[in-house]
C-alpha cells in the first residue's frame, strides 16, 4: 500500500537493474501481473483492445497483450503513436512478432479497452495520435482498464486536462499520489495495487485496515480511567453551543479516561445535562488564557466553535508552554510559527483554512495536497491532518499517510468537530502519537461508512459518526 513519485519509481527501477533485473525482465513480470488481474476479471468470449505507446508503459501493454492471445483470449492491439522507441519495449515488440502476433487497427465495438499509452514519465496535456486515441475510447461503452496511471494524468499532482478514463487502474509497484489529489482521482476509477516482485519501500502509504488492526488493540479488564488519560477540551461559544457538544461526544464514545469541558457558563449548562460524564471548567478558554491550566492533563484540544481571535491566542501561549498534546482546529487555525515543544502540536485544517494558513489557493492545495500539507509540517514541525476525500495526515519526519475511508456523508457542518473530540481522545489513551492519530482518522471515515451502508449519506449528521463510532470499533477489537 505504498506510495511512490515519479522520480522514486525511476529509483526503483534503477536499484532493480543494478541488482541484476533488467527492465526488459521487469516488463515480463508486469505484464504477466496484469494478465492475472485481468484474466480474473474478463471472460475470453469479450473483445479485448490493448492500446500501447512508445514507451515502457507501452512495452507493459505488449507483454500484456501476448499473454492475452497466446491464452486464448480475443485480444487485438493497437499503437497509436507507432513502434515502441525505448530498447526494452522494442525487444518485447519484436518477441511478440516473432510469436506469430500482429498489430491491428481498431475496428468496430470493443468489450474491454486497455490504456498503457503513457506511464510515470508524461505529463499533461495530451497531444496528437495519443489525446485522439483517449478522447474514442472515453466515447466508448466498454469496461476500460488503465495500466499503472490513466493516460493523460500526472504521477504527482492532480493537474489533468483530458485524461483516459478508467474503470480500474492496476497501479504497479505501489500507488501514484495522483491516485489520491482531486484533478485527477476520478480518472483512476478504483485503484489497485499490482506487486512485480520489486522490494517496496517508502515514506508515503496508505493506513490500511490491517494497520488498525496491528495497532488498535482491546482493552485489558485492569484498566481504570485513569489508564486513558484525562484531555481538556476548549471549544463552543454562547452563539454555536453544538461544536463542544459534538467535539466531546466524540472523544467520550472514543474512549477518552476523563474529559474537562472548557466552554462559556451558558454551554456548560447546556451541556451537562447532555453529557453528565464530563467535567466542566467554566469560562475556560479565559482562565486557560490567564495560565490556568489544569494538572494531569495529557492532551487538549482546542478551536470548534471559537470566535474570538485575542482569547484563543492568549490561552494557546500558555498550552504551547505546556508538555502536552495539542490538537489545533476550526477557530485556533491562522497563520503563526509554532515552538519547538515536548508534546505534539496537530494541525486539522480543511482546504480553506489551510489555504489562509499558506496563502495558497484551495484549489491549487487540492490538486497537490501531498506537498503542501507534508511542506508545512516539515517547516513548522508539526503534524497536518488536511481534512477531505482521502484525507492527508503529514508528519514532521517526512512520514505522509492517507486514509481512504469515509464518504460524501461527511460533507457538513460538525464532522471535523467530532474528529477534534477522537483526536483527543486517542491521543490521551494511546501510547503512540502515529497510529493513534491515524486511527482516529480512520475510525471517524469507517463509522459515516457503515453508516452509510443502510442510510442516504446526504441525511448523515455529525452526531451519527459519534453515536454509530461504538459497534465501529467493536469489530477491530474482536
Not at 471549544?235 to 453544538?242: R, V
Not at 515552538?339 to 490538486?367: C, N, W, Y
Not at 471515515?445 to 441525511?459: H, I, M, T, V
Request: with cysteine.
Amino acid at each position: 500500500m505504498y506510495i511512490f513519485t515519479a522520480s522514486e519509481i525511476k529509483n526503483i527501477d534503477q536499484t532493480a537493474q543494478n541488482s541484476g533485473m533488467d527492465v526488459y525482465t521487469l516488463m515480463e513480470n508486469a505484464g504477466r501481473a496484469l494478465y492475472e488481474a485481468i484474466s480474473d476479471r474478463v471472460t475470453k468470449e469479450r473483445r479485448i483492445l490493448v492500446m500501447a505507446g512508445k514507451g515502457n508503459n507501452g512495452g507493459d501493454g505488449i507483454v500484456l497483450s501476448r499473454y492475452l492471445q497466446q491464452n486464448g483470449y480475443q485480444c487485438e492491439l493497437v499503437l497509436p503513436s507507432g513502434k515502441p522507441s525505448t530498447e526494452p519495449a522494442f525487444k518485447h515488440f519484436a518477441y511478440y512478432t516473432a510469436c506469430g502476433l500482429k498489430v491491428s487497427e481498431r475496428d468496430g465495438n470493443y468489450d474491454v479497452i486497455i490504456d498503457a499509452m503513457l506511464g510515470v514519465g508524461s505529463s499533461p496535456p495530451l497531444r496528437g495520435e495519443i489525446g485522439q486515441a483517449v478522447q474514442w475510447a472515453n466515447s466508448q461503452q466498454a469496461l476500460k482498464i488503465a495500466v499503472d496511471l490513466p493516460t493523460g494524468v500526472s504521477a504527482d499532482d492532480g493537474e489533468t486536462e483530458i485524461a483516459f478514463q478508467a474503470d480500474v487502474t492496476f497501479c504497479l509497484h505501489g500507488y501514484k499520489p495522483s491516485a489520491f489529489l482531486e484533478g485527477s482521482t476520478d480518472f483512476y476509477g478504483k485503484a489497485i495495487v499490482l506487486s512485480i516482485g520489486l522490494p517496496q519501500q517508502s515514506n508515503w502509504h496508505v493506513w490500511t485496515e490491517e494497520h488498525v488492526r496491528s495497532t488498535f488493540h482491546k482493552r485489558f479488564a485492569g484498566a481504570h480511567k485513569g489508564t486513558f488519560g484525562t484531555g481538556l477540551l476548549l471549544a463552543g461559544t454562547d452563539e454555536m453551543p453544538g461544536s463542544s457538544l459534538l467535539a466531546a461526544k466524540g472523544a467520550i464514545k472514543s474512549g477518552i479516561g476523563k474529559l474537562t469541558i472548557g466552554t462559556t457558563r451558558f454551554v456548560s449548562g447546556i451541556l451537562a445535562g447532555q453529557l453528565p460524564e464530563a467535567m466542566y471548567k467554566h469560562d475556560g478558554l479565559e482562565a486557560v488564557g490567564e495560565g490556568d491550566v489544569p494538572n494531569g492533563i495529557k492532551a487538549c484540544a482546542i478551536g470548534p466553535g471559537l470566535t474570538d481571535q485575542k482569547k484563543t491566542d492568549r490561552a494557546l501561549e500558555h498550552l504551547f508552554a505546556a508538555e502536552l498534546h495539542l490538537v489545533i482546529d476550526a477557530g485556533a487555525l491562522k497563520r503563526r510559527t509554532y515552538p519547538k515543544r515536548k508534546g505534539s502540536v496537530i494541525l486539522t485544517p480543511h482546504p480553506g483554512e489551510f489555504s489562509r494558513m499558506i496563502d495558497v489557493s484551495a484549489s491549487q492545495i487540492q490538486k497537490n495536497r501531498f506537498h503542501y500539507a507534508l511542506s508545512y509540517a516539515e517547516e513548522q514541525g508539526v503534524i497536518v491532518i488536511l481534512k477531505g476525500r482521502y484525507t492527508v495526515l503529514a508528519f514532521p519526519d517526512g512520514c505522509l499517510l492517507v486514509n481512504p475511508t469515509g464518504n460524501a456523508g461527511l460533507a457538513k457542518g460538525g464532522t471535523g468537530d467530532t474528529l477534534t473530540g477522537m483526536l483527543l481522545a486517542f491521543l490521551c489513551s494511546e501510547k503512540d502519537v502515529k497510529s493513534a492519530i491515524a486511527n482516529a482518522v480512520y475510525f471517524h471515515g469507517a463509522s459515516a461508512d457503515s453508516w452509510a451502508q443502510k442510510n442516504a449519506e446526504r441525511g448523515m449528521l455529525a452526531s451519527d459518526v459519534s453515536e454509530n463510532l461504538p459497534f465501529v470499533m467493536k469489530s477491530f477489537e474482536q
